[in-house]
Nanobody
Framework: EVELVESGGGLVQAGGSLRLSCAVS????????TGWFRQVPGKEREGVSS????????TYADSVAGRFTISVDNAKNTVYLQMNSLKPEDTAVYYC????????????????YGQGTQVTVSS
């Protein structure tokens, strides 16, 4: 059984930083692709960042490029999203996801998702 558990969300002021973690079990993140997504009520889920660990390739949405960094700790089977210079428009529920694809992707057609963690950025 594949399980993803996100943590690290919370309330932060604009300009601040947060680091999200996603502990994965039942799926080896070193072999495939992992991603971070976010969603606000009434809007579609948005791809934020993705990494294919075996190829060391990452991709980012234009809205977060230069501010967010995705990384993987293969030994811990955990994915991270370091978020700096946060803006109020970054407020959303953030989800991590895993997929058996060989390239990083920002579309939402991933195999497994976690339950999400709330990030709120105050102005």
């Amino acid at each position: 059984e594949v399980e993803l558990v996100e943590s690290g969300g919370g309330l932060v002021q604009a300009g601040g930083s947060l680091r999200l973690s996603c502990a994965v079990s039942g799926f080896t993140v070193a072999d495939y692709t992992t991603g971070w997504f976010r969603q606000v009520p009434g809007k579609e889920r948005e791809g934020v960042s993705s990494i294919t660990s075996s190829r060391a390739i990452t991709t980012y949405a234009d809205s977060v490029a230069g501010r967010f960094t995705i990384s993987v700790d293969n030994a811990k089977n955990t994915v991270y999203l370091q978020m700096n210079s946060l803006k109020p428009e970054d407020t959303a529920v953030y989800y991590c996801a895993v997929d058996r694809s060989s390239w990083p992707r920002l579309d939402s057609w991933y195999d497994y998702y976690g339950q999400g963690t709330q990030v709120t950025v105050s102005s």
